[in-house]
């Protein structure tokens, strides 16, 4: 990962700016930083998942769903990132766009382990997210977690 978008994430997390503006900018820092086509960030609840920011070319489909549905239930479940190269061949994958050919969700951890919440990043391309893309989406998780457990 390099040193820039490190530095910026973390500075987005602490700064002063309400939180939906800051996940909004985080989210644009990861899309530009991977070349990503869209990414959101998903607030997990009790019972649902919930978009709090994206960036790209539009919200998603469904902004709200049940905890779960789609990969990123699959990702809130298992604690560990999905990724799916070809979300036509995945039952699991809920449309947001009909252009994706990829997507990759990261769950966001709490001090705990605890899943609070998401990234997701897709991508137009079948087959986008090798272990470059994991290693950059998974990372950056990590130094925006506080996003969550900081309210």
């Known amino acids: 990962m390099e040193k820039r978008f490190a530095t910026e994430l973390a500075f987005l997390v602490t700064a002063a700016a309400p939180?939906?503006?800051r996940a909004a900018r985080i989210a644009e820092v990861i899309r530009s930083g991977g070349q990503f086509h869209w990414v959101?960030?998903?607030e997990v609840a009790e019972e649902s998942i919930r978009a709090?920011?994206?960036t790209g070319t539009g919200?998603?489909?469904d902004p709200s769903f049940p905890r779960h549905r789609g990969l990123n239930g699959a990702a809130v479940r298992s604690g560990a990132m999905?990724?799916?190269n070809d979300v036509a061949s995945?039952?699991?994958y809920l449309t947001t766009f009909a252009s994706t050919g990829a997507e990759m969700v990261v769950p966001v951890l709490d001090e705990l382990g605890s899943v609070v919440g998401t990234v997701?990043?897709?991508s137009p391309h079948v087959g986008a997210f090798g272990a470059a893309e994991q290693q950059l989406v998974g990372e950056a998780a990590r130094l925006i977690a506080?996003?969550?457990c900081a309210k």
């Open 146 to 148: 506080a996003l969550w």
């Open 40 to 42: 959101g960030l998903y």
């Open 19 to 21: 939180r939906a503006e």
């Open 90 to 92: 995945d039952p699991r």
């Open 59 to 61: 919200p998603p489909a």
């Open 52 to 54: 709090i920011a994206w």
């Open 120 to 122: 997701d990043v897709e």
């Open 82 to 84: 999905v990724v799916v």
